[in-house]
């Protein structure tokens, strides 16, 4: 991660002393004043910062710096983090960075993909403000954000993202975000979804696969008990997007962000992108494929 965001940053940052000073630099490449924190420090505030969703003042007390020194460090080191993308299972060195680069790679690896949303409570907007309704959830009874993450069949992160307000419908969301003209686009790619995604089911009823509608209660027994086993069947095969979600729960930032709402999405790409790193290096179950429909169930 160092050698893949020093060189960004440090362009990043010759960008803006070129933007103060309103040109090219007259010292020598020595001289001026000296960063309080050399970029692996702020390299490592960053992380903490967005693990324990500490206050400035207490890192600037640790780094023994100011707290104007600290916000700046993760002002700068956020978007880069973010940006970053998302690593891939057996393939280092590639990342995915929008929802077209996974959908490519699921078709040329053949996953099977499983995907569904998750929420952050977030500060309720201020009255007045326009918008002020779009972020309380009804299902949740909160002020939230909602993502969409992507995984392969044992769980191991390819994409999450998808930022959108909390009152919008998990299928509106990735509607919104262009996955049925993705579908349309590869039709070989298939998906596991939970019932909020009933709608993609019917619509691309040979590549996305969610659980039947419960049968009607005069319906027979021997329906009633299929029913029950294909529900079973699909809770196994989708128990790792649990998984995945408890993962970004570790992360206190995700448990309930407190910063500023137009901050979230650099953040949750930021923490997301990490965790792909670790999910990345999980070997894949018995040597099989990540799409095995045995090594998922």
């Known amino acids: 991660m160092f050698a893949e965001i020093a060189e960004p940053w440090e362009a ?5 002393l070129r933007a103060a000073r309103g040109g090219e630099r007259k010292r020598v490449e020595e001289g001026g004043p000296k960063p309080k924190l050399v970029f692996f420090d702020r390299l490592l505030v960053t992380p903490v910062h967005l693990r324990h969703q500490l206050p400035h003042e207490v890192l600037a007390e640790l780094f023994e710096v100011d707290r104007s020194t600290v916000s700046e460090a993760i002002r700068q080191l956020r978007p880069l983090l973010g940006a970053r993308g998302f690593a891939v299972p057996d393939r280092p060195g590639l990342r995915l960075k929008t ?17 569904d949303g998750a929420e952050t409570q977030v500060r309720r907007p201020q009255a007045g403000r326009p918008g002020r309704r ?17 995984r392969d069949g044992q769980g191991r992160m390819l994409l999450s993202g998808v930022v959108r307000p909390g009152r919008m419908h998990d ?9 049925a003209e993705q579908f349309r686009n590869r039709p070989g790619v298939k998906a596991q979804v939970d019932s909020g995604y009933a709608g993609l089911a019917k619509e ?11 049968p009607k209660d005069e319906a027979c027994d021997g329906d009633k008990y299929a029913w029950l086993e ?17 993962e970004l ?4 930032p995700l448990r309930r962000f407190t910063g500023r709402r137009d901050a979230y999405a650099e953040t949750h790409l930021a923490i997301a992108g990490m965790i792909s790193d670790r999910s990345a290096r999980r070997p894949t179950v018995g040597g099989r494929a990540p799409n095995s429909s045995s090594s998922s169930t």
Request: glycine share 4%.
């Open 99 to 115: 929802l077209e680069d996974v959908f490519a790679y699921a078709e040329a690896e053949g996953v099977e993909m499983r995907f």
């Open 12 to 16: 990043a940052r010759q960008s803006a």
């Open 249 to 252: 729960r570790q992360w206190t």
């Open 171 to 179: 299928q509106t969301a990735v509607r919104t975000e262009g996955i």
């Open 230 to 246: 294909t529900r079973r069947r699909q809770s196994s095969a989708l128990i790792c997007v649990e998984h995945t979600n408890a």
């Open 204 to 214: 691309f009823p040979g590549q996305v696969s969610a659980p039947p509608k419960k």
């Open 134 to 150: 779009e972020f309380a959830s009804g299902k949740r009874r909160q002020n939230t954000i909602k993502t969409t993450t992507f």
